[in-house]
């Protein structure tokens, strides 16, 4: 057998994979395409000049473009007639327009399925309410038209949402009666946990010996280290022994020994301290003396606050925990996914809708050194306190652990917005006859306009989304954060077998995932969360009953208001599973359907009976958090009798049948 030599054989093998790529119908990654030209290259625009600032800029036919740069701040841009957009493998470019159109066989793509994008990409757009729209698509716009591909894969870094695993205590305060307790007041605190250990101890020293000596056996017999907080009123000096005021002195006070009739003294030493390291202060005038001392300490969970006040006939000790706390999660591996710098929220676990907090991820200590590691593998610092206790437990065989979820997705889409009352920002909108949509791993915030139509996300009239509905594949909205939205997260309407997968919504105004005329079947909700929805401006269920009645509704028109909802579904036949309502308003589920579809849908005619229709499929959701967590009870009427357009609400019940409308086919 002939030898070749090593060198000989690495260039065989070199070769194979050679010819390999070379046979491959397309590179893995899409801005690997060498037909692709630079957005930076003169010889790419026609004009063979750079789209400048405010430019109208088209990608059409036999165009292949790269970006690879943040261009000019344009006024449009237009993918159309074959034209590609590919977005380059550079980290921090920002495409500011205000709009882009997609259409006519046009692409836009960044990444890919098999090529995550995991650089920082930011799609801005621009534009006020008043200036001049685009029909059906409006201002402040991404759109695909008739023939349109919209291609946006983010790699996701860890969860899009998981829980707690434990419980995330509140701040802890405790403040002691304001009158009485004359004599030595004590608490003490564990200074490694932050943890009380005594509230309050009071011992009457002025009466009672056998109190003195209770209360010097007390601080003798804490462990060294423990913090120890005093407030001595009334009178507290007239049994005080040799022994007690030693024992004061272990927890470093330099004053005790002054202490005389109706002395105010407060002190915040610490067990084992040198005498003069306590915080202290004490009073000995003959009218109502006071002293008062706080201190802040470190303590793993964050600071503490200890504040105390002592006062003739009156005493105040107060302890307040702020924390700045680590959470533990069910995934077990959390801390190397969400890095420091990462926004998250962990979601209400009380009767209060809008006790979901936000926070940055803090730095956890030094990743190569397990020694100095603060946080275990499942276990992620927060780098700022918690306002509200957040449940991390089951309780009688219940769920009741709070939803934490990230917030930031490397792709960015966002309005710029003209001020802080500004409530039209950008959105998405996907018309019939697009090619293929499929949006993961995209972060979406100051979204959707308080108007009809212009939502983050929406499909709107868009037919069957899937195979069977000509697209080359299955659509698909997942991965994907929406936050600081002014109408909605993701819109359905008039489309149909949409998959919607494991996204997560906070902070929206109006209902969130909408279903809207009630035409919309077999699409497929699959483990999304949705928190922090709160009124809206829309339609009449979407506002507050006060927004109702200034709004010119009688006190008999308002029954639709004050009907706000995490999940709005308008028709039985769709799939809905395993999602959280982590907080609304109002509802969180509600499933309402109007006896037709209603709206732009209302041309499918008499013949669809969606109060009649059985249900599909709805399992495995949770709700909770909202004013009512699940409602299957009302419907929608579609000839407005009140100032809106449409969408009141009529009594009614689901009445599920065989052959609808046949009563006689009781399903």
């Not at 054989?9 to 899409?30: A, D, I, R």
């Not at 109208?56 to 292949?64: E, H, L, Q, S, T």
């Not at 509600?590 to 579809?597: A, C, G, K, Q």
């Not at 709206?599 to 969606?610: C, L, P, Q, Y």
Request: hydrophobic letters at 35%; one cysteine or more; a negative charge.
């Amino acid at each position: 057998m002939m030898k070749l030599p090593c060198v000989a054989l690495l260039l065989l093998f070199y070769h194979h994979l050679v010819l390999v790529h070379s046979n491959s119908s397309s590179p893995l990654c899409p801005y690997e395409d060498d037909t692709l030209t630079p957005w930076s290259d003169v010889t790419t625009w026609s004009s063979s000049s750079l789209p400048a600032l405010h430019d109208d800029v088209i990608i059409g036919a036999g165009m292949r473009v790269l970006l690879d740069v943040s261009p000019p701040n344009l006024h449009s841009l237009t993918i159309k007639d074959g034209g590609v957009l590919v977005w380059g493998d550079v980290d921090g470019l920002e495409l500011v327009s205000s709009y882009i159109l997609i259409k006519t066989n046009g692409s836009f793509i960044i990444g890919s399925e098999q090529c995550k994008f995991s650089k920082k990409a930011t799609l801005t757009f621009t534009g006020s309410h008043g200036d001049s729209v685009v029909p059906i698509f409006g201002f402040k716009f991404l759109g695909v038209a008739a023939g349109g591909t919209l291609e946006l894969h983010g790699e996701l870094s860890g969860p899009a949402w998981t829980k707690l695993s434990s419980t995330l205590q509140g701040p802890t305060s405790v403040t002691a009666p304001t009158y009485g307790g004359r004599g030595m007041n004590v608490m003490t605190i564990d200074p490694q946990t932050g943890h009380l250990l005594h509230p309050l101890i009071t011992y009457d020293t002025h009466a009672n010996p056998d109190a003195t000596t209770a209360f010097t056996s007390f601080i003798n017999g804490l462990p060294v280290g423990t913090i120890v907080t005093i407030v001595a009123v009334d009178e507290a000096a007239y049994t005080l022994n040799e022994a007690a005021l030693v024992a004061c002195e272990s927890i470093g006070s330099a004053l005790i020994r002054q202490i005389k009739y109706r002395s105010a003294w407060a002190i915040i030493g610490e067990k084992g301290a040198t005498i003069g390291s306590a915080i202290e202060d004490m009073k000995n005038e003959t009218s109502r003396p006071s002293s008062l001392v706080t201190r802040v300490i470190d303590i793993p969970a964050g600071q503490a606050t200890i504040y105390a006040q002592a006062q003739q006939y009156s005493r105040i000790l107060n302890y307040t925990v702020t924390s700045i706390p680590k959470i533990t999660t069910i995934d077990p591996n959390v801390r190397n996914k969400w890095k420091a710098g990462t926004n998250i929220i962990v979601t209400s676990t009380d009767f209060s809708y809008d006790h979901t907090e936000q926070f940055i991820v803090a730095d956890c200590g030094n990743d190569d050194d397990d020694d100095d590691d603060e946080c275990g593998p499942n276990e992620v610092k927060l780098s700022s306190p918690n306002k509200y206790t957040h449940w991390g437990e089951f309780e009688h065989e219940v769920d009741e652990r709070a939803e934490v979820a990230s917030l930031d997705r490397p792709i960015v889409i966002r309005g710029r917005m003209a001020s802080t009352n500004d409530m039209f920002g950008a959105h998405i909108k996907i018309l019939k006859d697009f090619k293929e949509v499929h949006i993961e791993g995209v972060e979406f915030y100051d979204v959707g306009q308080p108007i009809v139509g212009q939502y983050p996300i929406h499909f709107h009239m868009a037919g069957r989304t899937d195979k069977k509905g000509g697209h080359p594949s299955d659509s698909y909205v997942k991965d994907c954060s929406i936050h600081q939205s002014y109408s909605r997260c993701i819109t359905i309407h008039g489309s149909h077998n949409l998959l919607v997968q494991n996204n997560v919504a906070y902070d929206i105004m109006g209902h969130c995932y909408f279903l809207e005329d009630g035409s919309e079947t077999g699409n497929i909700l699959d483990s999304n969360l949705g928190a922090y929805v709160r009124y809206g401006h829309v339609l009449p269920t979407d506002k507050s009953l006060q927004q109702c009645l200034n709004e010119g509704y009688t006190a008999t028109d308002v029954n639709p208001c004050d009907g706000v909802s995490v999940f709005w579904v308008t028709h039985p036949n769709n799939t809905i599973i395993n999602n959280v309502a982590a907080g609304s308003v109002n509802i969180g589920f509600w499933n309402l359907y109007p006896e037709h579809p209603t709206g732009d849908s209302r041309k499918m005619g008499a013949n669809v009976w969606n109060r009649y229709i059985p249900l599909g499929t709805f399992r495995n959701n949770s709700a909770h958090s909202s004013e009512r967590c699940m409602m299957m009870d009302e419907g929608i009427l579609d000839t407005p009798t009140i100032p809106s357009t449409h969408l009141t609400i009529p009594e009614f019940r689901s009445r599920p049948h065989v052959v609808p409308p046949d009563l006689h086919s009781a399903h």
